[in-house]
């Protein structure tokens, strides 16, 4: 897998269709703006596995929270957590 960057400019009525391209191709484009990178295309299969990776790891959380909480370990009830992470939880 190659990378390459492109910086991404307004009057390239192509460039959609080379990125996909150089995608299906394998490679991961980097689109800049002033040189910085803000996004990436890449292989469907390797989004497909970053996101199966992200999903492996949240199950394991849960698991790993489900067995303190069968272990009797204190928990935090859910209405303070949301007001430490300043969340609005009011139902709607």
Known sequence: MSEHAYELHGDDPGAVE???QAARDGDVIY??????PIAAVVPA?????????????????ADEAMDAVEAG??????????AELGLDHTPR
């Open 18 to 20: 080379r990125l996909a």
């Open 73 to 82: 370990e204190p928990t935090v009830p859910a209405d303070q957590l949301w």
């Open 31 to 36: 689109l800049t703006r002033a040189g910085e």
């Open 45 to 61: 299969a390797l989004a497909a596995a970053i996101e199966a990776a992200e999903y492996a790891e949240d199950i394991a959380a």
